[in-house]
């Protein structure tokens, strides 16, 4: 094991605030303007909010008692919601035609965990409904009565069904051409248990929450059962289109763990396919054999976000011993190269524990995701 992993966290949270922090009030050329300070995911990036990074960023930020910094951050997305109705996946106006996986509510509940702050929580909530409102209505809908990945609006820059890509974060992964035609097994596990949260924070603003949301909670896991495949024993993406389930193996399989949402049984089944994804420093996104040329979402790539889910469900459904070896193999290879180079990085190549790719991939300094997955693993495993 490597030296003590609470000893990079100080030096995270300087970086965090002399490098990643921006404030921004009106409108450029590239940005909407945004009313509070907020953290971008590292130098050298682009200068904009993202919307799913914020939540993994907060992980980090509200372990550190950077508070305001995590409030401020989700106060953003709730005024993007009053603006244009919707969270884009950044305030650039490059990325306005979609949004990114939706965990605004699971944001919002942590700042009310962190804080206590009933009259916050009741006067976000409305946006937080308008946005599981958006996810849940056109062009979000399938025949299914499932949800799918789809741009909100037409733009040049982004053809739609590559914009349904970015929407989702799995941009050129093997999971999905077009993800318009899929019900992204992540993507509707989130949904389930964004109606759970919404229903459960109605109830500590105003002792009561909306039962239409918990109807919508059994229906939808009912629902469910279209990206489960029995003879595996695991979660797919369903092609509602073809009406079959990809035979892509992906960490996103794991997302029911995350959300609580299967039995012990089925739980164990899945934890059964958890070694097809392992590797020296971490899980690999998806398995090696569906591997895809050009991608930074598919063996031998890991990307921190799902490192996390993944590991977070295991804990949940008590396999403490799985979890605690991903999470020590890939936070003793994140600190390894960080002494080597001085960075965190976007993803991680965890086969031979680098920052290379396979097919030559260009890779880039990231504090971000990557440091606010770091100190949140370190936290959940009870780490020195």
Known sequence: MSQNFHSLIPELKKRLK?????????????LLGLPNPYIIPGKGKVEALHYWDTHFINLGLLRMRMVDYARHNVENLVYLVRQLGYVPASNHRDMLSHSHPPFLPWMVRDIYRATGDK????????????????WTNKPHTSLTGLYRYHPIKEDSKWPPERAAQAESGWLDSPRFEDPRTINAVDLNTLLW????????????????????????????????????????????DNDFEQKKLSTVKSLAGFMPLFAEMVDEDRAERMHGHLHAFSADGGLMCTVPEQSKAKSVWSAPICQAPYLYTTLKGLCDYELMEDAADIGTSWLNMVVDIYEKTGELWSWYNVNDCSTTHPDSIENTPTLGWTAGVYIEIVETLGLD
Request: with cysteine; proline share 1%.
């Open 119 to 134: 009259e916050w929580l009741r006067r976000v909530l409305p946006q937080v409904v308008q946005e599981f409102r958006f």
């Open 193 to 236: 248990r964004n109606a759970k949260l919404i229903y459960d924070l109605q109830v500590e603003a105003d002792g009561i929450g909306d039962e239409i949301l918990m109807q919508k909670v059994t229906y939808q896991k009912k629902l469910m059962d279209y990206c489960w495949n029995e003879q595996e024993g695991f979660y797919f």
């Open 18 to 30: 002399e490098e990643c922090l921006r404030e921004i009030t009106q409108d450029t050329n590239e």
